[in-house]
């Protein structure tokens, strides 16, 4: 956390983005991706980050009192938000409702994605490509909105009611995920509820995925040197449907999880590649 003093009084601002609050998530999310000045990005960055419609008199001080450049100085110290990507994996958003603070309740994945099946790791990062590579506003929308549909759904019926979970009164059917099993057939349909859901909730969203992707490309770069060739993953996707039995075994890829197979595939790369290195030398 960041520290100013101002009149006599401390105030502590975050200074990372693992500290953020699932509220200031969403208001940072929304406001990096207005298209308004940096300036004014900052000023309103500060002004989420401090809560400042909560202290009127820290809102005098820093917009009525203060001088130009001391309130310059002042905005530097969130000005991290603008010149750092995020690199939070920690799902600081585990809820949502279909039309922000009321509607349709649906459950996030856990942190850094670890429940992914193959399937839902595929499809995922299908409309996480699709964003980059849209042409318009819509079908940026379009593509956001549906990797939010893909990744939360409705929560898991036996997930654990009352914490700490007691011996015995957990279900043998309780596999770790807040939310039930993908079904792709059900993104649609998903999608037309979250069509009301705030632009910041789907942008927050959206910024956790992008960091968990990066996380996943640092830890397997033999599995993602190639992803920006085209194909989803640059032809991952089908490498990990082989592994899970290919395209006709539907029902193993929606169980397979995807971080065991991405582990696997990388470990089967870089092992293939050991043996032609040898064989060359030969």
């Given at each position: 956390?960041?520290?100013?003093?101002l009149n006599?009084?401390?105030?502590?601002?975050?200074?990372?983005?693992?500290?953020?609050s699932?509220?200031?998530?969403?208001?940072v999310?929304d406001?990096i991706?207005m298209?308004?000045?940096?300036?004014?990005?900052?000023?309103?960055i500060?002004?989420a980050?401090?809560h400042?419609?909560?202290?009127p008199?820290l809102?005098?001080?820093?917009?009525?009192?203060m001088?130009?450049?001391?309130?310059?100085?002042?905005?530097?110290?969130v000005?991290?938000?603008?010149?750092?990507a995020?690199?939070?994996t920690?799902?600081?958003?585990?809820?949502i409702?279909?039309?922000?603070?009321?509607?349709y309740?649906?459950a996030?994945p856990l942190?850094e994605?670890?429940?992914?099946?193959?399937?839902?790791?595929?499809?995922?990062?299908?409309?996480y490509?699709?964003?980059?590579k849209?042409e318009?506003?819509?079908?940026?929308?379009?593509?956001?909105?549906?990797?939010?549909?893909?990744?939360?759904?409705?929560r898991?019926?036996?997930?654990?009611k009352r914490?700490?979970?007691?011996?015995?009164?957990?279900?043998?059917?309780?596999n770790?995920?807040?939310?039930?099993p993908?079904n792709?057939?059900?993104v649609?349909?998903?999608?037309?509820?979250?069509?009301?859901?705030p632009i910041?909730?789907?942008?927050?969203?959206f910024?956790?995925?992008h960091?968990?992707h990066?996380?996943?490309?640092?830890?397997?770069p033999?599995?993602?040197?190639?992803?920006?060739?085209?194909e989803?993953g640059?032809?991952?996707?089908?490498?990990?449907?082989?592994?899970?039995?290919?395209?006709?075994?539907?029902?193993?890829m929606?169980k397979?999880n995807?971080?065991?197979a991405?582990?696997?595939l990388?470990?089967?790369?870089?092992e293939?590649e050991r043996?032609?290195s040898?064989?060359?030398?030969?």
């Amino acid at each position: 956390m960041n520290t100013f003093f101002l009149n006599k009084r401390k105030y502590e601002i975050p200074s990372k983005w693992e500290e953020l609050s699932r509220e200031e998530m969403i208001r940072v999310a929304d406001i990096i991706h207005m298209k308004v000045r940096t300036d004014v990005a900052l000023v309103r960055i500060f002004c989420a980050l401090t809560h400042i419609w909560r202290r009127p008199r820290l809102f005098w001080t820093v917009f009525v009192q203060m001088g130009d450049e001391a309130r310059y100085d002042l905005l530097e110290c969130v000005a991290w938000v603008l010149n750092q990507a995020n690199t939070c994996t920690d799902n600081k958003i585990p809820y949502i409702r279909s039309r922000g603070s009321h509607g349709y309740l649906l459950a996030g994945p856990l942190g850094e994605c670890r429940r992914f099946s193959i399937y839902e790791f595929i499809e995922a990062d299908i409309a996480y490509l699709s964003f980059f590579k849209a042409e318009n506003e819509p079908a940026r929308m379009d593509a956001l909105t549906k990797l939010v549909a893909i990744i939360y759904r409705e929560r898991n019926p036996y997930f654990p009611k009352r914490y700490p979970m007691r011996p015995g009164k957990v279900s043998d059917n309780w596999n770790g995920d807040t939310r039930i099993p993908f079904n792709p057939d059900l993104v649609e349909y998903r999608m037309k509820l979250l069509s009301k859901l705030p632009i910041g909730y789907k942008y927050a969203i959206f910024m956790f995925y992008h960091a968990c992707h990066q996380a996943w490309e640092r830890d397997h770069p033999h599995i993602f040197k190639k992803s920006t060739e085209g194909e989803a993953g640059g032809g991952w996707g089908a490498a990990l449907m082989s592994l899970a039995g290919g395209a006709l075994e539907v029902d193993r890829m929606l169980k397979v999880n995807a971080m065991a197979a991405l582990r696997d595939l990388e470990n089967r790369i870089m092992e293939n590649e050991r043996l032609e290195s040898e064989m060359t030398k030969r």
